[in-house]
């Protein structure tokens, strides 16, 4: 299978980041529900922000996907009127590229679930790494902080790693992926067992 990115690649990432930027935008509303004061629970839904990452490169299996994705679907919620207004162009940059060096990490190589987590909880730290910068966390105990972060991270990992990964199979099940995606001796051997 060849490494580089082809024109189909490019737009199938497109167009799977237009529909996570239009639930990206969408997502604001359905995240500030779940602001409560004193819990900050909405972090538990956070991870769904890094989904767009996940689901390209799970689906395309090629380096730059998840970059690409991440950027292109945060920059598509930003144009829709996100809550968030450029700032969310520069979260789905930096989130886009935790999941890319995560993807990397494992030399473009692993489609596991526990690696779509992973590059969820490193966009995670992405993102608390602007919330640092924005100064969004100063007004947090630090019993209130322990909670946000280990709300994010384990909502990273379930709704960008175990989420984006049974989307993924759902498609596969449904032979959408092997449109984009040539079969591999691995698939071959899959449907022997």
């Known amino acids: 299978m060849s490494k580089g990115l082809k024109l189909t690649d490019i737009l199938v990432t497109i167009v799977i980041a237009v529909v996570f930027g239009i639930i990206y935008r969408v997502w604001g509303d359905v995240y500030n529900v779940f602001k409560v004061p004193g819990i900050p629970l909405e972090q538990l839904i956070y991870g769904m922000w890094y989904m767009a990452a996940a689901v390209a490169f799970l689906i395309i299996r090629k380096p730059g996907v998840a970059l690409l994705a991440e950027v292109a679907a945060a920059l598509f919620e930003m144009l829709l009127g996100s809550h968030y207004s450029v700032s969310s162009l520069t979260y789905g940059i930096v989130q886009g590229l935790c999941a890319e060096l995560t993807f990397a990490a494992f030399r473009y190589r692993n489609?596991?679930?526990?690696?779509?987590?992973?590059?969820?909880?490193?966009?995670?730290?992405?993102?608390?790494?602007?919330?640092?910068?924005?100064?969004?966390?100063?007004?947090?105990?630090?019993?209130?902080?322990?909670?946000?972060?280990?709300?994010?991270?384990?909502?990273?990992?379930?709704?960008?790693?175990?989420?984006?990964?049974?989307?993924?199979?759902?498609?596969?099940?449904?032979?959408?992926?092997?449109?984009?995606?040539?079969?591999?001796?691995?698939?071959?051997?899959?449907?022997?067992?």
Do not use: H
């Not at 969820?120 to 790494?129: E, H, P, Q, T």
């Not at 709300?151 to 099940?173: D, M, N, Q, S």
């Open 111 to 193: 489609y596991s679930l526990s690696v779509a987590g992973l590059a969820g909880i490193a966009s995670g730290v992405g993102a608390l790494v602007m919330d640092i910068f924005g100064n969004y966390l100063t007004a947090y105990s630090p019993w209130l902080l322990v909670q946000y972060v280990a709300y994010r991270f384990i909502g990273a990992f379930l709704i960008c790693g175990t989420l984006a990964y049974a989307l993924v199979k759902a498609l596969e099940k449904t032979g959408v992926t092997q449109l984009v995606r040539p079969v591999s001796q691995d698939d071959l051997d899959a449907l022997g067992r």
